[in-house]
């Protein structure tokens, strides 16, 4: 790598180690949270105008908040569906996008149901909590796609006598099938794991890290730190907008 190049790199801050391992990664694993949907205007759940602080999660994502109270359980995923369909995937997201036409392989692995990874052009991508494109029936599981308005708060009672309800995964709900152990594969298989805007307090997501093999470089993208900022290799303390395009640029110099 020529001086020149090797400044450029370093001028954004990216190790020698991180840039050479993305040059020659077979497989680059993406986990991601809601901080990536942050600069897309989207609330995160535990930042400063995050969801939780306005809601019990209890009441909200949950299923015995939702059998306590659907209507509210829907309004507050109608406001979120609204603030979703309308975002615009941000350079994070459309980096990695770039990123699997780059590199011989990428998984991107979302907590978010936000669908902005799909919408940025990413193929590969396993959305762990679901989806807000899709609602389902509690009772005989009959799906349907998400109006553009919401789901209508008079249409929740289904005609087999269960309830539509939001197609995402609940606290105390089991991940999708398949989408969990094709997740933990992917890391097993991980050249590099870059670990982006979540806050790594969700299980078992936030423990995926560990499936992560000997010589893989795990890395965290984040302004601020988590509970596992320490146990991974590297931690760049930036927005996942400003950093993913210089990982993709510096991937791209081969
Ligand atoms: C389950 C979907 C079992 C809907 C969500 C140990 C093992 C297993 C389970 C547990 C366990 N301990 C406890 C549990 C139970 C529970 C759990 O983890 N509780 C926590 C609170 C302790 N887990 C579960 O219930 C899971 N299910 O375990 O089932 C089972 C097995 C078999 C059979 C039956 C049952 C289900 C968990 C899924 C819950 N659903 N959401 C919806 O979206 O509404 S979780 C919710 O939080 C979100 O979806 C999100 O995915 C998740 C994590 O939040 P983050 O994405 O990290 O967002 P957060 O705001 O927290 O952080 C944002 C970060 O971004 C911050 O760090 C911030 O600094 C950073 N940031 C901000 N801006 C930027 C940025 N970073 C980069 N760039 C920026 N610009």
Known sequence: MLLRDMMRNERAGLSTRLIEALRSARHVVALTGSGLSAESGIPTFRGVDGYWRRYRVEDLASPHGFARDPRLVWTWYNERWQRCRTAEPNPGHRALAELERALPRV?????????????????????????????????????????????????????????????????GEALPHG???????????????????????????AGLWESAPRGCITVEINPEETPISDRLDERYASPAGSLLPQLLDAAQRR
């Open 179 to 205: 989408a969990w152990e094709a997740a933990q594969a992917a890391v097993a298989s991980a050249d590099v794991l870059l670990v982006v805007g979540t806050s790594a307090l969700v299980y078992p997501a």
């Open 107 to 171: 998984t991107v692995v979302t907590q978010n149901v936000d669908g902005l990874h799909l919408r940025a052009g990413s193929r590969n991508v396993l959305e762990l909590h679901g989806t807000l494109r899709k609602a389902y029936c509690t009772r005989c599981a009959e799906r349907a796609p998400m109006p553009d308005d919401g789901w209508p708060l008079d249409a929740i009672d289904h005609d087999c006598g269960g309830r539509m309800r939001p197609g995402v995964v609940w606290f």
